[in-house]
């Protein structure tokens, strides 16, 4: 069975740091896309980024720069490094898998990171 | 960016009722469109992909058409566990982009 968890969300200041890991099992996360999508409260979706099977990554707009998502192959975990945080940036955060073709079978139950001083 | 734009934003229906949203590009993607199901505190969840195709699981009540710049979901009777708020989403180029979302709610 295809499982996401996420983990490492929480109230951190603006300007801070926080890293969200994902915890995948069911299948491997070095052979799939993976991505986070994030949903500010009361709104809709954004995507946040993506990694490629191949390892090749790309960002949003809104986060180029800040953010970096990476993944360990032998603990088969996605993760995203958030610096730079800022009050736009609080939202709940879904890792999700990509079928390769741009949409998600599976997401994680998410993870709410606040930022707020 | 690709903006994806949906109607309506909130629509009231009751038990049984056929309901039609409509999710619109700024520009042409082919079918390259989804149609996710997501209820309050939880994750969202596929239900169509490349416009009318229905993921594994999901009820046939639910089914999708469109090409281009026009789609539409349609649930045929909407059933109790319908409602939720539904986002359609291209990935015809990145960036990713979702609609709105429409909330449909009890009549």
């Known amino acids: 069975e295809v499982q996401l968890v996420e983990s490492g969300g929480g109230l951190v200041q603006p300007g801070g740091s926080l890293r969200l890991s994902c915890a995948a099992s069911?299948?491997?996360?070095?052979?799939?896309?993976m991505s986070w999508v994030r949903q500010a409260p009361g709104k809709g979706l954004e995507w946040v980024s993506v990694?490629?099977?191949?390892?090749?990554?790309y960002y949003a707009d809104s986060v180029k720069g800040r953010f970096t998502i990476s993944r360990d192959n032998s603990k088969n975990m996605l993760y995203l490094q958030m610096n730079s945080l800022r009050a736009e940036d609080t939202a709940v955060y879904y890792c999700?898998?990509?079928?390769?073709?741009?949409?998600?079978?599976?997401w994680g139950q998410g993870t709410l990171v606040t930022v707020s001083s | 960016d690709i903006q994806m734009t949906q109607s309506p934003s909130t629509l009231s229906a009751s038990v049984g009722d056929r309901v039609t949203i409509t999710c619109r590009a700024s520009?042409?993607?082919?079918?390259?469109l989804a149609w996710y199901q997501q209820k309050p505190g939880k994750a969202p969840k596929l239900v169509i992909y490349?416009?009318?195709s229905s993921e594994s699981g999901v009820p046939s009540r639910f089914s999708g058409s469109g090409s281009g710049t026009e789609f539409t979901l349609t649930i045929s009777s909407l059933q109790p566990d319908d409602f939720a708020t539904y986002y359609c989403?291209?990935?015809?180029?990145?960036?990713?982009?979702f609609g709105g979302g429409t909330k449909v709610e009890i009549k």
């Open positions: 989403q291209q990935y015809n180029s990145y960036a990713l982009t």
């Open positions: 990694i490629y099977s191949g390892g090749s990554t």
């Open positions: 520009q042409s993607i082919s079918s390259w």
């Open positions: 490349k416009a009318s």
């Open positions: 069911g299948f491997t996360v070095s052979s799939n896309y």
């Open positions: 999700a898998r990509d079928t390769s073709n741009g949409y998600y079978d599976y």
